[in-house]
């Protein structure tokens, strides 16, 4: 099984912060990773999938880069509404993994 | 518009049976992957199942192999999950996800089912 390491677990950020998340796979999964935001109560909602490609509709500060075994998530300045948890998931082999989640909190 | 809707979900005693449903709209149901994830009260996502276009091929989480059963009703864009010998740490919100190639890959999600394993 591939095991998707997520990096920190939970942060404190400021409005206006440049945040980076790090997801670490245990075997190369090319380019099979999403991003995923969830608030409290709500729904899971893509960000990023293929490793880089932002999903529609998504603000352009947000941002992911990454192949093979490493891969990150970029907030380039961080909003009130992005205050959330993220989750990254690889589908390259069953079974599918997410990461443990990342919360970013208001500092 | 993609929508997918869950239902089926409900408290249940350790060792019960529960079917989830999710009724699948605004899309080519017959024509992409499908999935279930969940996610126990206060913790992360957890895959649970994959069922192919055409039923023919399903995979799943260990800790569900052998009690869960994913299926589909691709005539009536439906897909289900059995959940059978279920045990306490099978306690969480149910969502079902389109799933497929790269692109589409738990793009649009349920709005989840909330299902309880106690006695």
Redesign the interface.
């Known amino acids: 099984d591939i095991q998707m390491t997520q990096s920190p677990s939970a942060m404190s950020a400021s409005v206006g912060d440049r945040v980076t998340i790090t997801c670490r796979a245990s075997q190369g999964i090319s380019?099979?990773l999403?991003w995923?935001q969830?608030k409290p109560g709500k729904?899971?909602?893509?960000l990023i999938?293929?490793a880089s490609?932002l999903?529609s509709g998504v603000p352009s500060r947000f941002s992911g880069s990454g192949s093979g075994t490493e891969f990150t998530l970029t907030i380039s300045s961080l909003q009130p509404e992005d205050f959330a948890t993220y989750?990254c998931?690889q589908?390259s082999s069953?079974?599918?993994?997410?990461?443990?989640?990342t919360k970013v909190e208001i500092k | 518009e993609v929508q997918l809707v869950e239902s089926g979900g409900g408290l249940v005693q350790p060792g019960g049976s529960l079917r989830l449903s999710c009724a699948a709209s605004g899309f080519t149901f017959s024509t992409y992957w499908m999935t279930w994830v969940r996610q126990a009260p206060g913790k992360g996502l957890e895959w649970v199942a994959n069922i192919k276009q055409d039923g023919s091929d399903k995979y799943y989480v260990d800790s569900v192999k052998g009690r869960f059963t994913i299926s589909r009703d691709n005539a009536k864009n439906s897909l289900y999950l059995q959940m059978n010998s279920l045990r306490a740490e099978d306690t969480a919100v149910y969502y079902c996800a389109r799933a497929g190639s790269i692109f589409v890959f738990f793009d649009s999600w349920g709005q989840g089912t909330l299902v309880t394993v106690s006695s």
């Open positions: 380019n099979y999403a995923f969830q729904v899971p909602k893509r999938y293929a490609n999903q989750y998931l589908h069953y079974p599918l993994t997410f990461g443990g989640g």
